[in-house]
């Protein structure tokens, strides 16, 4: 069956500009996952959602990031002003169900955006 | 502050076994410890998981100190194809009542021929 998919694959803007991510999870998967991942570094989490709902959020970095999953389903990271150090990979998961008895979760492809 | 640490680099040649360490003292009581591996522009890809003792798959196998404050990942017999960087992912309790889903520093994996 299909994988996370995200979009789009890579996103070049300038400083001070509004972008918004896509994150297409596996059809049925609950729970729905954004991390970031800096050069040469592991995947931070950002942001939980269950459902239509953010279970944690206490990731996002400021109040400048902003996520939503309005049916439960696809999932948009928002971020505003953005500013050079917001350059990252912005990988999106998602499992079954979720919990706090980790489930495995199924990465998409990430989107890397370059902000100069 | 909690850690998840790893090793930074590991060299090994093909056919060997490589064995990857992740400290992760802070570890949440009921959580478990699940290592993904991650090629270059791709997304982190599962390779096992596990909560106590030992557990293998047709990959790897992971072994867990009665602690659990480490975990082992052991890869068999690697090939050139392994060449990428390993994570460890393991949930973290903090004193505020937060959980948040640490991933490890990462280990690049280098097989050589």
């Known amino acids: 069956g299909a994988g996370v998919s995200q979009t789009p694959s890579n996103k070049v803007t300038e400083k001070g500009k509004y972008v918004e991510l896509r994150c297409d999870p596996i059809s049925g998967h609950t729970a729905l996952y954004w991390y970031r991942q800096s050069l040469g570094q592991g995947p931070e989490f950002l942001i939980y959602f269950q459902g239509t709902g953010a279970a944690d959020d206490s990731g996002l970095p400021n109040d400048r990031f902003f996520a939503v999953r309005p049916e439960g389903s696809v999932s948009t990271l928002k971020i505003q002003r953005t500013e050079r150090g917001d350059s990252a990979v912005y990988l999106c998961?998602?499992?079954?169900?979720?919990?706090?008895?980790?489930?495995?979760?199924?990465f998409g492809p990430g989107t890397r955006l370059l902000v100069l | 502050l909690a850690k998840t640490t790893q090793p930074i680099s590991m060299d090994s040649y093909e056919g060997q076994e490589v064995n990857i360490t992740c400290s992760h003292n802070?570890?949440?009581?009921?959580?478990?410890i699940t290592w993904y591996q991650q090629f270059p522009s791709q997304g982190p890809r599962f390779i096992i998981q596990?909560?106590?003792t030992k557990v293998t798959n047709e990959v790897a196998s992971l072994f867990i100190p009665a602690d659990r404050k480490s975990s082992t990942l052991s890869l068999p017999r690697v090939s050139l194809s392994d060449t990428a960087v390993y994570y460890c992912?393991?949930?973290?309790?903090?004193?505020?009542?937060?959980?948040?889903?640490?991933f490890g520093t990462g280990t690049r994996l280098k097989v050589l021929a």
């Open positions: 596990g909560y106590k």
């Open positions: 998961a998602s499992s079954p169900s979720g919990g706090v008895n980790q489930e495995t979760q199924y």
């Open positions: 802070n570890i949440a009581t009921n959580d478990y």
């Open positions: 992912l393991v949930g973290v309790a903090f004193t505020s009542g937060t959980y948040k889903y640490i």
